[in-house]
């Protein structure tokens, strides 16, 4: 049985972080091809707060564009996962992670906010969970600003050609990717190709796939690297 490839379908500058990781604590390395489905588009003319004490990203996406258009790094940044907290701490920000989904950002903020905080999160125009309504129903001042809008992308010819001869990995960070890739690949053949999705949510999309899924055992990166360096072993081990 031929190695698989790896499909990276979220944005390439997390897809490239994510592989770096992996690479990392497995010292593995396979054959990877980056086509994304969704595109990253920044607003213009988004006005910024100079109020804020406390930060909520749920994306590098959101780190990237605040620091590109601020010098403030005076708020406390309370990130989703590693990955963003990583992101932000280069960034110059003291960011704290949750490791997992958005209800697990919302639990650490709510354990760590005063009422005196003016909190703001800054997002894409899609979110599963608008923290900035969660937070003023809890009676916080949080308001969401909108910093990119998350558009689309067409699969590449590679990687459809890809899917439809070669074995292959396609790991999955959101229900959106998971919504967009379903969206082109209906009806087109796939020779053998298997998901492994950080949770449920994400994996809900693909179900009429009739493909194999895997969920992590956690909603974070170290647990999607698991399940990756498992998957990758397993064929090699079938080769």
Not at 132 to 144: D, E, S, T
């Amino acid at each position: 049985m031929p190695d698989p490839f790896v499909l990276m379908i979220r944005p390439e500058p997390q897809s490239r972080a994510f592989l770096k990781a992996f690479t990392v604590q497995t010292g593995l390395e396979t054959d990877v091809i980056f086509s994304p489905v969704l595109g990253i588009v920044s607003r213009q003319g988004v006005a910024l707060p100079a109020d804020a004490s406390l930060l909520v990203f749920t994306s590098v996406n959101s780190v990237a564009l605040w620091s590109e258009l601020t010098s403030d790094r005076k708020p406390r940044a309370f990130c989703v996962g590693k990955n963003t907290a990583e992101a932000a701490r280069a960034q110059g920000f003291a960011a704290e992670s949750a490791d997992g989904t958005g209800e697990d950002l919302l639990s650490l903020i709510l354990s760590n906010a005063q009422e005196s905080d003016r909190i703001y999160y800054l997002s894409g125009n899609f979110a599963a969970l608008d923290l900035a309504q969660a937070l003023q129903a809890r009676g916080y001042n949080a308001r969401r600003i909108v910093l990119y809008d998350q558009l689309p992308l067409p699969l590449t010819q590679t990687a459809l050609d890809v899917l439809e001869r070669k074995p292959v990995i396609v790991p999955v960070f959101s229900p959106r990717t998971a919504r967009y890739f379903v969206d082109q690949i209906a009806g087109k053949p796939m020779h053998d190709c298997r998901f492994l999705c950080i949770s449920a949510n994400a994996a809900a999309p693909l179900e009429g796939l009739l493909a194999p899924i895997e969920i992590a055992s956690a909603p974070t990166r170290d647990a999607m690297i698991t399940a990756l360096n498992m998957t990758l072993r397993n064929f090699t081990a079938k080769a």
